[in-house]
């Protein structure tokens, strides 16, 4: 492979010369045309209706969960749900879905929303896996590769299996300051009924909330991270909101802060898909299968038969569906009044980062290229509100990340529509915007959902939340007492696929007592071991040519800065799960070039994901603040399950 060529160079000049997991964008192409995908039996995204299916409100009082007395039961099954899409009929389809919901309830994708306020006491919560039928569990809805580090492949569960044991499933609170047993960490997963449990397994129900939790209000999320099936499990649509509430944004009309208040506060997921015409969901795995070669390059993998038969499933490096959805639906519209409102966003794609701006088009349009950008207020991100509002007209969205914003519809001609544009491509974000050249042709993943402004204007006061209002959030500093330096890789497993990792861009020595440097597996004894109570600067070095979206588990952390730098790449062997040999690398010479540059707008409020740029050192500061052990990884689910994911343990052992 290219990459392995270089030994000495400049990030930068690396990826031009091809240190990158992007996929190749000719071979994007070639399967994009209506004849190939109707040939595969798959649906056609520029077949499918655009703004014509009412998008559901995901924070809308009738789709939360009801807690008794502080407790909750929510159970993962399988459902049927109609997303609007058309089979190849011109009529409307099912697609089977796993979703949340309550105990002996109906389930959904997304999950019912929890919300929870700061001040209250915790919350109980039982989660439950029903994913069986009658007696019997289900087999996966997608293709499981069993060569990946996954929960059955650990030591002593190598005689497990999904159709005599069910599929694994632990449920994540993402931003949540959870404690350690109650985070859903990977190795904590459980089967049906908890026939099989994780090695690190400790009790059915994990508690949420209480003056030790999240101190002001954010928006969280809860989703599947079951060990190496992770990308799987939320594909397969287990992910859904949580919402926190404080005195100042108490979701009350009327609140201390003048923001927009149900029904005029909205909550969207947003995430791409692939679906055969008959309406199931679509995950390219096996030689043959559409998309499947642009994602890892069989020249150079050598997948023997006796492990993959007839070639596959096998992972992939990256995934990016050609069908947008909003909350399971396909390129819905919401029908707004003439007025502010406030829309909660969530990134939960697999791989697509976003650049997100909102086009006013005359009439009932569905082009966006044709529409005039609508400026919006940024009030905040992941688990806080901004200090202020900042007024912008386009804003960048990783996997993983969360946003709040006011768009103002007073100045939007009533009959007019408002169209999400995304302004990013179909392939790993390297950090600007795509030639159009490298685009899929007829696209339809440029747009995400439309805003009809065809309500009549109700008798509610409207807001007033302008660029400069006063929201009292942001990210609070701390004294740093470490700085820890850490990158990010792209080496290759045992088969000669591309495996994206985290590591060290220093010689550190390990809980074990060993020196390590450069990238490192999941297994690896813990390198991040933070004492109790104390803050520490990350600075994290991505040495790969794509943007990744880092996550860490905890806490909750301020961006700092971002800088170019350079450095010598020396390949080094990388030991696989299963005792086998891959290839990382280290990093050795490190020169920091240029000025560093201070974060985004939507970057300046309590964090708990950062986009690492190619390139560039990106530096975070954190408090730990809980003992035991957590996880910190990216979030392109395809990566953290083909490990580029770590632990890390917060005070003393055991580890």
């Known amino acids: 492979m290219q990459r392995r060529d270089f030994l000495t160079l400049s990030i930068r000049s690396a990826m031009a010369a091809g240190l990158t997991a992007s996929i190749p964008l000719a071979l994007l192409r070639s399967h994009s045309s209506h004849a190939a995908i109707l040939a595969a039996g798959l649906s056609d995204p520029a077949a499918q209706p655009l703004f014509v299916n009412l998008a559901p409100n995901a924070l809308d009082p009738q789709f939360r969960y009801a807690a008794s007395s502080g407790k909750l039961r929510i159970r993962v099954a399988e459902a049927l749900q109609l997303t609007g899409l058309l089979g190849a009929n011109g009529q409307p389809v099912v697609t089977r879905i796993w979703g949340y919901g309550p105990h002996n309830g109906p389930v959904s994708w997304p999950g019912r929303t929890l919300e929870l306020a700061a001040s209250a006491a915790p919350l109980e919560v039982t989660w439950e896996n029903d994913l069986i039928d009658g007696a019997l569990p289900l087999s996966h809805l997608l293709p499981v590769d069993g060569s990946l580090h996954w929960a059955y492949s650990l030591a002593g569960y190598q005689h497990r299996g999904i159709v005599t044991d069910g599929v694994p499933v632990v449920t994540h609170v993402h931003g949540g300051h959870n404690d350690s047993p109650f985070d859903g960490n990977p190795e904590y997963f459980f089967s049906p ?55 100042d944004d108490s979701g009350l009309p009327g609140n201390p802060l003048g923001l927009p208040a149900p029904p005029y506060e909205l909550g969207f997921a947003v995430q791409d898909r692939m679906f055969r015409h008959t309406g199931e969901l679509f995950y390219p795995a096996f030689p043959g299968d559409p998309f499947y070669s642009e994602f890892i390059d069989e020249e150079e993998a050598e997948l023997p038969e006796e492990l993959f038969p007839d070639g596959g499933p096998t992972a992939l490096a990256e995934f990016f569906g050609d069908h947008m959805l909003v909350n399971g639906v396909i390129w819905p519209r919401y029908e707004v009044e003439q007025r502010q409102y406030r829309v909660r966003l969530l990134n939960g794609c697999d791989s697509r980062f976003m650049r997100l701006c909102f086009k006013v088009v005359a009439g009932w349009g569905s082009d966006p290229s044709e529409g005039v950008r609508l400026p919006f207020q940024v009030i905040g991100s992941d688990q806080s509100l901004r200090q202020t509002a900042a007024e912008v007209e386009a804003v960048d969205f990783a996997p993983g990340e969360r946003l709040d914003l006011v768009i103002d519809f007073k100045a939007v001609p009533w009959g007019s529509r408002v169209i999400i544009e995304n302004l990013l491509g179909d392939a790993p974000f390297g950090g600007s915007e795509p030639k159009r050249e490298d685009l899929f042709p007829d696209r339809r993943t440029d747009r995400v959902m439309a805003f009809d402004v065809m309500l009549p204007l109700s008798s509610r006061a409207d807001t007033g939340i302008a660029h400069g209002s006063w929201l009292g959030g942001g990210a609070p500093g701390t004294d740093a007492s470490l700085t820890r330096k850490l990158a990010l890789f792209e080496g290759t497993d045992q088969y000669g696929r591309l495996q994206p990792l985290l590591g060290t861009a220093e010689p550190v020595m390990d809980v074990a007592g060993n020196w390590v440097n450069g990238a490192l597996a999941w297994h690896s004894p813990i390198t991040e071991n933070p004492a109790l109570d104390t803050s520490e600067i990350w600075e994290i070095y991505n040495a790969t040519g794509d943007a990744h979206p880092i996550h860490l588990h905890l806490v909750h952390f301020e961006i700092l800065d971002r800088q170019p730098f350079k450095a010598k790449l020396i390949e080094q062997p990388l030991l696989q799960h299963d005792g086998s040999l891959g290839e990382g690398y280290r990093l050795e010479d490190i020169k920091l070039v240029g000025q560093p540059r201070g974060p985004e707008p939507q970057e300046q409020t309590r964090r708990d994901m950062v986009a690492a740029l190619p390139g560039e050192v990106t530096r975070i500061r954190a408090r730990f603040d809980k003992p035991g052990r957590y996880v910190w990884h990216c979030h392109i689910l395809s990566h953290e399950d083909h490990e580029m994911m770590r632990p890390f343990h917060v005070g003393p052992g055991p580890y």
């Open 193 to 247: 009924r908890f026939k099989v449990t994780g090695p690190r397994w400790e009790a059915r129900t994990y508690s949420y909330g209480g003056p030790d939790w999240n101190p002001v209000a954010g928006t969280l999320w809860y989703h599947d991270h079951a060990l190496g099936i992770t990308r799987l499990n939320v594909y397969a649509g287990l992910a859904g909101f949580l919402i926190l509430r404080d005195a």
